[in-house]
């Protein structure tokens, strides 16, 4: 009976002996796992770096991208160029006749998209190179002769003409220019005629851009 007592206490000596010298935990296999992410998470990094890298050498060219879509909006919004406006803003009347020519300045603006004509000064300035329709019309009577012209940066180009109607006389032209940036569009009363305007804006003038060059 002692000898199987001792037997058993040997065994369960060996037993416990052997789970201390081999653990359920595998320490060498969790350091390899952890050796191996810290390799995966020093690539990340690396990769990360790069992208940061790219990312400033992106910048400028990120930036020109951007002063080039403004330009273009710029640009865009200076295509859109038309305007339309009567002689007179309120009122009935003539203007004229005067001993030399006038520039006539059409108060009454119906629309002036871009801005480009003034109506303190009666001038068109074109803000984009291009070519441009313009037509201007006028109305005269009495006996008087009525006579209108449009110039180009002071240059004739076309006129409108009535010889001293009895009754009315009326008269329109129109004309395709080239304009640079710049160039100026405007009509003139000849010397001793004069036109009649009125809230039905017989006396006008407007044109717009037909497509930039």
């Known amino acids: 009976m002692v000898v199987l007592q001792m037997v058993l206490l040997l065994c369960a000596g060996s037993s416990l002996a052997k789970d201390f010298c081999s653990p359920n935990v595998n320490i060498y296999a969790e350091l390899e796992k952890l050796n191996d992410m ?36 710029k640009e865009n919004e200076a295509k859109k160029v038309a305007f339309s406006a009567g002689l007179l803003e309120s009122g009935t009347g003539h203007t004229g006749p005067f001993n030399s020519v006038i520039t006539l300045v059409y108060k009454k603006v119906f629309s002036n998209i871009g801005g480009a004509y ?19 019309y006028g109305h005269g009577h009495g006996g008087t002769t009525m006579a209108v012209s449009l110039l180009k940066n002071g240059k004739t180009q076309c006129s409108v003409f009535a010889w001293k109607p009895t009754s009315n006389g009326n008269g329109s032209n129109g004309v395709v220019l080239t304009l640079e940036i710049g160039d100026q569009i405007s009509t003139q009363l000849w010397a001793n005629t004069w036109v009649y305007d009125d809230p039905a804006s017989y006396t006008s003038f407007g044109g717009f851009l037909i497509f930039p060059l």
């Open 38 to 73: 810290d390799k995966r998470i020093q690539k990340l990094e690396e990769k990360l770096a790069k992208v940061l890298s790219e990312n400033e050498a992106l910048k400028p060219l990120l930036q020109d991208s951007q002063n080039k879509l403004k330009s273009l909006q």
């Open 118 to 136: 003034d109506s303190n000064t009666g001038v068109f300035t074109a803000p984009v190179k291009g070519a441009y329709y313009f037509k201007f």
